[in-house]
């Protein structure tokens, strides 16, 4: 990180991350702690937090991806909602409908609005939504850094059967962002997040 980064956080909603959530990332528990405390951090440091979220209109249906989990229902009503242990009224919020938090979003337009040129990734699922945004932000020219310990996986299924565990995909992502995309860090060794 050369430049202004801001944390960027990515569809922390309920679907993911409470007990009753239908995709439950493993240490779901651990992990909203952890983005707590790094969102908390990073504001001391003056670097702006974005919260992204993923909602879909009843009437237009959730996209071809997201009718392969088989549930149409996923990206709206409760599920669809921010964990309540997270505190994101004081930050920016953008919608997306879609996987990347830049399609069809104004993200771009806010951070070039805050003069921002890296992005710190942050949230679920990481080798779906977060990595979508890694991938988009790398097209604009944002710096990319992931915080591997801000993210999480779920397992790839096929069917019922478990063909690759989520600790397998969470370092086959990871693995992607550092080859093509950018950094992948710990949020100890982040600027304006460790401490």
Known sequence: MNGRAALVIIDMQRQFTTSDAPFLVPGA???????IAAADRARSNELPVIWVTQQVRPAVGPG???RRYGRPDIHQGSMAEFDERLNVDRDIVVVKHRQSGFFGTDLETVLR???IDTVILAGVTTNVCVLATAIDAGARDFGVVLASDLTASLPVRRGEEVIMEAEAVQGAAEAFVLHALGEVSETKDIRGLGG
């Open 113 to 115: 609005g805050l003069d």
């Open 29 to 35: 528990d651990a992990l909203v702690g952890r983005i």
């Open 64 to 66: 071809r991806t997201s």
